[in-house]
């Protein structure tokens, strides 16, 4: 993950900080990105810009030694960034829960 810089670096790092409380609140937004096969969790910030969190969803990943013949799938996070409300209203994500 990139450094955010400025005021955006404390937003994001707040919000991944506090990831298990907003995620399980009814304000936070979950979309699946159709295009890259990752789940989304957006926490609004009320100026119509969002934090939102990409994670990986059963991914097999290239070059670990696993224990079993076939790679074992796993669940990881990606990045975290801030983005616009019309970002998230793109066509790849679908909307799984929460109101944009």
Known sequence: MRGAKGADAGVIKDAL?????????????VLWDTSNRA????????????????????????????????DLPTNRFITAVIVRRENLLERQFQLLEGVL
């Open 17 to 29: 900080n506090t990831a298990p409380v907003w995620m399980a609140s009814p304000q936070a937004v």
């Open 39 to 70: 789940l989304l969790v957006a926490k609004p910030l009320g100026d119509g810009r969002y934090v939102k969190l990409v994670l990986g969803i059963h991914e097999r990943l290239q070059g670990v030694r696993a224990l079993r013949r076939e």
